[in-house]
């Protein structure tokens, strides 16, 4: 949010004080992955990468923290979904900071085998942002 005040105002892609309900919308967005999706990514990733060598029953406990975070996971991201219905981006018809910061944490949450096929409104919309010249090869 610190970036969007300093230098996204300036450039269009973060609402200004003149616009709250859209500024709020934008905050409100970031706050949510930053609290909601870190969390629960980082579970499953610790067992997609940690210590293949370990105990097994560690492993399995380990996996099924992972399965059940899956599921939470697949359950916040139905919210983003949910929030993305008829709409472009995540303010509404314009591009935002808001997308880029959150379209960062899907491109990493993607290799972590959450099944996005029921989240027709979060794929179109990773597709739009993901297609933007300047996310272009990241």
Do not use: C
């Amino acid at each position: 949010m610190y970036l969007g005040e300093l230098h996204g105002v300036g450039a269009g892609l973060y609402p200004g004080e003149e616009t709250p309900e859209l500024r709020g919308q934008a905050m409100k967005w970031i706050v949510w992955s930053n609290v909601n999706l870190p969390m629960t990514a980082r579970q499953i990733s610790r067992v997609l990468h940690g210590d293949k060598e370990e105990d097994g029953e560690v492993r399995k406990v380990r996996e099924r923290d992972a399965e059940t975070a899956r599921g939470e996971l697949e359950k916040q991201l139905q919210v983003l979904d949910g929030g993305l219905e008829g709409r472009e981006y995540l303010l509404g018809e314009k591009y935002s900071l808001a997308d880029t910061h959150i379209w960062s944490f899907m491109t990493y949450i993607k290799m972590l085998g959450v099944d996005l096929d029921k989240m027709g409104n979060l794929k179109a919309w990773l597709e739009r942002v993901g297609a933007r010249e300047q996310l272009k090869g990241l």
